[in-house]
């Protein structure tokens, strides 16, 4: 029988993130549960993986408890995209705050290391530019983007917490905007818009003047930080960034897009969401001394890639 090193619970793992996980952390020889809801994930994003060996999916919902041995998780379960968080709050949160109690009971039960995808949503409309680790964020509590934003900050504080009251060795990484193949077309986030729209000839929706800023991570860079993370000393908990500091306008994305896929689209302008962040760029200083990671990929080399993958995607 093959030895497989560790197992490793990796929640929303049918998703963006979760799927490019799944699929380095099985190639590297561990024995993988995905649990998933398929609320924003789909089997398609796991479809290489499944009937292989070490690689088991339970269609489950985080929100519920679940008991099993792990060696490993990572929690990233939690719909990511403005619109399908927005769509049924009251879950997202309980996403949000629940899935994050129920990973650390297992985690404290089992003596596993946890990993929780943060994000730099936690900053809120930050005022602090670029964002670093030890700022406390501007968030609106009642707002459209709270269910999202404060559950992840309540995550956060219940990882602490469980790591002061049971020692639960905890790892907490603050995500910004990441991209790549194994986005699903109908996402709504910026990239995956502007690029479909963009291979179809249609309008490219920029919502507000687009002046608003974004720094986007590739794919690849993000799991390799990930897992670094993950393997780091147990002095290393977090919160870290993990996200790429080029930063770019919305409109600048735009016509890189436009560019890139020679594309006859024609930019117009849509209402700016409410709540949206005016500026994000990730500082990356903490990373980078303790996990030395620093993100490789280019926005043109990662837009590229991503472009092809789309292109597959809507033959
Ligand atoms: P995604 O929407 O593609 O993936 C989320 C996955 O979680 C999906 O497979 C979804 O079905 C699953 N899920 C949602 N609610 C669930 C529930 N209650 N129970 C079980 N499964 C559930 O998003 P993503 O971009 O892959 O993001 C993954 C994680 O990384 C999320 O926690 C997100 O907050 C975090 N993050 C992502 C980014 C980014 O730019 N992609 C930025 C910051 C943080
Ligand atoms: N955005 C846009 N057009 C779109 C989708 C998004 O102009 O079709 C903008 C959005 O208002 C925001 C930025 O692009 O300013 C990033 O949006 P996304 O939903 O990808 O992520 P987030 O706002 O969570 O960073």
Not at 23 to 43: A, E, V
Not at 125 to 146: F, K, L
Not at 195 to 216: E, K
Request: net charge negative; proline share 5%; aromatic share 12%.
């Amino acid at each position: 029988m093959e030895f497989r090193k560790k197992t490793i619970l990796i929640t929303g793992g049918a998703g963006f993130i979760g799927s490019n996980l799944c699929k380095k952390l099985h190639s590297d020889g561990n024995n993988i549960i995905c649990m998933d809801n398929f609320y924003t994930g789909t089997y398609e994003n796991i479809y290489s993986l499944v009937n292989k060996e070490y690689f088991t999916i339970l269609n489950h919902d985080v929100i519920n408890p679940y008991d099993f041995y792990v060696d490993e998780i990572y929690n990233l379960a939690c719909p990511a995209s403005p619109p399908f968080y927005q769509r049924n709050p009251v879950h997202t949160f309980k996403t949000g705050i629940l899935g994050a109690i129920n990973g650390l009971e297992l985690a404290t039960k089992w003596d596993a290391k946890i990993l929780q995808a943060s994000t730099s949503e936690v900053y809120g409309d930050a005022q602090v530019h670029p964002q670093v680790e030890t700022y406390w964020g501007n968030v609106n509590p009642d707002g459209i983007r709270a269910c999202y934003d404060e559950s992840k900050r309540g995550a956060e504080t219940i990882f602490f917490d469980y790591n002061r009251t049971y020692k639960t060795n905890i790892k907490i990484i603050r995500i910004f905007n990441t991209y790549g193949p194994g986005m699903n077309p109908d996402d709504g986030r910026v990239v995956s818009n502007f690029i479909i729209q963009a291979l179809r000839n249609d309008d490219i929706t920029v919502y507000g003047d687009g002046s608003q800023t974004r720094s986007f991570c590739y794919i690849s860079d993000l799991i390799d930080g990930i897992i670094k993370m993950m393997n780091s000393d147990s002095t290393v908990q977090g919160p870290i960034n993990l996200g790429n500091p080029s930063e770019f306008t919305v409109l600048e994305l735009a016509e890189k897009i436009i560019q890139l896929t020679r594309s006859k689209s024609k930019i117009i302008f849509e209402k700016l969401p409410q709540d949206d962040p005016k500026q994000r760029k990730p500082n990356i200083e903490k990373a980078n001394k303790q996990l030395d990671w620093k993100p490789l990929v280019s926005l043109e080399d990662g837009l590229t890639e991503t472009i092809n993958y789309f292109k597959e995607k809507l033959k």
